[in-house]
């Protein structure tokens, strides 16, 4: 007789076989070695790791080839519970999901318990919406908080880390995230549990780790005593060996701007997952979950519920890239038990104030500019996109050759960006960029930012080039104005220390791109201006950096303003403003999303491609 068993791995009994003779068998080499750990007389061992969709098919496997073999088969009662537990186990997560997002009322005896727990264990307190995000996420066990930026995502998962701490269930968080998120990660601790629990944080970019090596041996020999262990996406590969065998039952596991790992197929995908399955509590944390198409939480659900996508979730790729209106819906039905959002909204953050918008004219030089442009990238609205923009902040940038591939992160999805522009312009229009000057719109930007300046408002001006930061760095410091610069060549620890001189009054005008400060830095209690002098159509880039100064926190009446540049030109149908023209798809794309959360659904938003021809549509 053959007998599949369980007893925390699953084996098989094979009625005495001798071990050599199972593994020279064809069913053990074309149906199980790929399954197998070892094969002893009378036993076969199979791996660990294995879902239970893989129990299920090795036992069907076995039962075809023992009748085959003339042999009786039957599967232990052990294995059947595990079998139906597993399987029972995602159906009633999808009711309990469900059920804690309607905050229903036979939960409240939980709820007052976990926030009783949570409030005796915090310093600082989450409020009441917070705290059932919190709790959202510690009885799912493992699910996402797609709530928008600067909502208090971190303070509801330190708040569940509070809750499992006092019952024993956690020592540790380990957060894989950004590197920019670090420093608010450590904040956010010491705010929510001074005079509470020390933090005791092992950070593997700190300057005291000089490689890989240094990085694998300290999560080995000094992670064991922290409560906080950062790391971030590039790195996980590489500290693998260090990082896997804390992922224990005492371990909080944190993917933080979850984004970052939406690549089908990709490394940083690869490595989560592996991080990922061991852990007992694990958090997925973004406030753009999908700008593109479904497919971008494929991964996610994966991290997530690796044994139950195929069996629960079932949505093919091909599905997911195009789905039509009923898979949409279906999608979004099986998604919603699995995710709490909450707006900023909600949670009593005051408005900001309504835009404002300095429009300046383009001069002479830069509508002349305007037509040589548009006519010698009229058919690579990227590249248009990007020289306009490089000619609005100084002209001089036009005659340096362009490699769109620089300018990726601009994107939301793969459009292919691979192209060189060399900057072969004739004499005479190489001779109007030279004699241009600054630009119409820089010299604005200026006088803008000394007024707030002057006014002893401290101000964070966003820009897309470095060129563009460290000319307006420069023409400010002429000026008397303290100012400092954050952009990628900026070393973690100088950008940390650039924020506090910041948020301590010794910084007038913080100088800084999305692509590099845009993700989980808190300047909201001393900065509330903000000036956009360049700008993409990225809208996880415009959310995450409105929120710099926009977040959880707020005193009530306190004012937020944004204030954007736009450059009008004169062309032959009348004013057209390429800033205007973005800023006005980013409105409609920030629409979109927030009808899609009051409607409980996933938005989808635009192509690049889309995005490029309604931006250009009325230059012709």
């Known amino acids: 007789m053959w007998e599949l068993d369980y007893d925390g791995a699953l084996f098989l009994r094979n009625g005495g076989e001798a071990a050599e003779q199972f593994r020279a068998s064809s069913f053990y080499k074309l149906n199980l070695r790929r399954y197998t750990r070892e094969i002893s007389d009378g036993e076969v061992r199979f791996k660990p790791a294995l879902t239970y969709l893989d129990f299920k098919r090795i036992a069907a496997l076995c039962a075809r080839e023992a009748r085959k073999r003339g042999v009786e088969f ?4 052990a294995l059947r519970s595990y079998i139906e537990g597993r399987e029972m186990h995602i159906e009633l997560r999808s009711r309990l999901g469900m059920e804690l997002k309607d905050h229903a009322e036979k939960l409240r005896p939980h709820f007052d318990e976990y926030r009783a727990a949570v409030d005796a264990g915090m310093a600082r307190r989450l409020r009441e919406r917070q705290m059932w995000d ?6 799912m066990q493992k699910s996402a908080n797609f709530s928008v930026p600067g909502s208090g995502k971190t303070a509801a998962v330190l708040g569940m880390y509070a809750f499992l701490r006092s019952r024993g269930l956690a020592r540790r968080i380990v957060v894989v995230c950004p590197k920019n998120a670090f420093g608010s990660w450590m904040e956010e601790f010491r705010a929510c549990f001074a005079g509470i629990e020390p933090l005791r944080a092992l950070n593997i970019h700190s300057p005291v780790y000089k ?31 260090g990082l896997l065998p804390l992922i224990d039952t005492g371990t909080l596991l944190v993917f933080d701007e979850v984004h970052k790992i939406k690549r089908v197929n990709g490394a940083y995908a690869e490595q989560a997952l592996r991080l990922a399955r061991p852990a007992s509590y694990a958090v997925a944390l973004t406030g753009t979950p999908i700008p593109n198409a479904y497919t971008d939480i494929y991964n996610l659900l994966h991290v997530l519920y690796p044994d139950e996508y195929d069996e629960f979730f079932g949505f093919p790729l091909s599905m997911l890239r195009d789905p039509d209106a009923e898979e949409t819906c279906a999608i979004n039905d099986k998604l919603q038990p699995f995710f709490c959002r909450t707006t900023k909204e909600q949670l009593g953050v005051p408005p900001a104030n309504p835009d404002a918008v300095c429009a300046v004219r383009a001069s002479e030089a830069e509508n002349r500019l305007l037509k040589i442009l548009r006519m010698k990238y009229r058919k690579n609205k990227l590249a248009l996109l990007v020289r306009l923009l490089q000619m609005e902040s100084d002209p001089r940038m036009l005659l340096r050759a362009l490699d769109l591939r620089d300018f990726e992160y601009l994107l939301d999805d793969s459009v292919e960006a691979d192209e060189i522009d060399y900057a072969d312009y004739s004499d005479e229009v190489r001779a109007l960029i030279e004699g241009s000057g600054r630009s119409t719109k820089f010299i604005s930007c200026i006088q803008q930012v000394l007024s707030l300046a002057e006014q002893g408002r401290p101000v964070v001006v966003w820009c897309m080039f470095v060129d563009s930061i460290r000319n307006m760095a420069n023409a400010l410091a002429e000026r008397g104005i303290a100012v400092r610069c954050v952009f990628g060549e900026v070393e973690l620890e100088e950008r940390q220390a650039i924020l506090d001189e910041f948020r301590a009054g010794r910084v007038q005008v ?18 509330h201006d903000a000036v956009y002098f360049e700008y993409s159509y990225n809208l996880v880039h415009l959310l995450q950096s409105k929120d710099r100064i926009h977040r959880l926190g707020l005193p009530d009446g306190q004012y937020t303003q944004y204030r954007y540049e736009q450059l009008f030109y004169d062309t032959d149908d009348g004013d057209w403003s390429l800033d205007e023209a973005i800023y006005l798809r980013l409105k409609e794309k920030e629409r979109t999303m927030l009808e899609a959360i009051a409607n409980r659904r996933l938005e989808i938003l635009p192509t690049s491609e889309e995005d490029l021809e309604l931006i250009f549509e009325k230059l012709r």
């Open 134 to 139: 919190s709790f959202f996420l510690c009885a």
């Open 510 to 527: 913080l100088l800084t791109n999305p692509h590099t400060l845009a993700e989980s830095v808190s300047l909201h209690n001393v900065c």
């Open 211 to 241: 490689s890989a090596q240094a990085r694998v041996a300290a999560l080995q020999y000094d992670a064991g005593a922290c409560n906080l262990i950062l790391v971030n996406y590039e790195s996980v590969g590489g500290v693998m060996e």
């Open 74 to 77: 039957r599967e232990t009662e």
